[in-house]
């Protein structure tokens, strides 16, 4: 199956940094995802980006599908923004497949 | 749109008892979708269906569990015979289906097995 990999791990940042989350995938895909898992547990949706680049206010992703990944970037950051940053594909079925995760922590 | 709606949103059972969920999509969404996630990893798809039918079962569905969508509207997971294993937090997910597959999730249902 495909293979999702997600870096990095954690990520502490102050107020205000920028940062870049990456996502890496083995194989074609027919869905990418992201999504922001707040601390009750809700996964909240990001974007929705097979391919291309979106932006959403502070936030913008990019999918490279070609080479096989994704970047999400995250400008002038907020502590609402702490929480565990997913990225889930699907390939030819309609499961998604999700990576381990960036937790990321911002301080004020 | 209300959203995905998941009840009950906790729930702790001894081992050996049955448990039952419940998943309500976003109206009109054809496609529903369970995912289990135990802590520090990323949600595990467990099965979907297109309307009332089951499309994909995965491997971790042991015969212990099943799911319905009887109606093509709401859909129940039921696990059996529950085990301290079991514990986990159960996502519910929808989707219009294709050509967009993009999923909601629900609050998700904690389940704690003692």
């Known amino acids: 199956g495909i293979q999702v990999e997600q870096s990095p791990p954690d990520l502490i940042l102050q107020e205000g940094a920028n940062s870049t989350l990456r996502c890496n995938f083995s194989?074609?895909?027919?869905?990418l995802q992201w999504f922001h898992q707040n601390p009750w547990g809700q996964l909240i949706n990001l974007f929705y980006?097979?391919?291309g680049t979106k932006q959403n206010g502070r936030l913008s992703a990019t999918t490279v599908a070609t080479e096989r990944y994704s970047l999400l970037y995250i400008s002038s950051s907020q502590t609402t923004d702490s929480g565990v940053y997913f990225c889930?594909?699907?390939?030819?079925?309609?499961?998604?497949?999700f990576g381990t995760g960036t937790r990321l922590q911002v301080f004020p | 749109d209300t959203g995905v709606s998941q009840d009950p949103r906790h729930k702790i059972t001894k081992r050996g008892q049955n448990v039952t969920f419940r998943c309500d999509p976003i109206?009109?969404?054809?496609?529903l979708y369970w995912y289990r996630q135990t802590l520090g990893q990323g949600p595990e798809f467990l099965t979907y269906?297109?309307?009332?039918?089951?499309?994909?079962k995965s491997r971790l569905l042991s015969d212990r569990f099943s799911a319905e969508r009887p109606k093509g509207s709401f859909s129940t997971l039921e696990i059996q015979r529950t085990e301290q294993g079991d514990s986990a937090m159960y996502l519910c997910?929808?989707?219009?289906?294709?050509?967009?597959?993009?999923?909601?999730f629900g609050p998700g249902t904690r389940l704690t097995v003692l």
């Open positions: 194989d074609s895909v027919n869905n």
């Open positions: 269906f297109q309307n009332e039918a089951q499309l994909e």
């Open positions: 980006i097979p391919s």
């Open positions: 109206s009109e969404h054809n496609r």
């Open positions: 889930a594909v699907a390939g030819n079925t309609d499961k998604l497949i």
């Open positions: 997910a929808s989707s219009p289906g294709p050509p967009n597959n993009e999923q909601f």
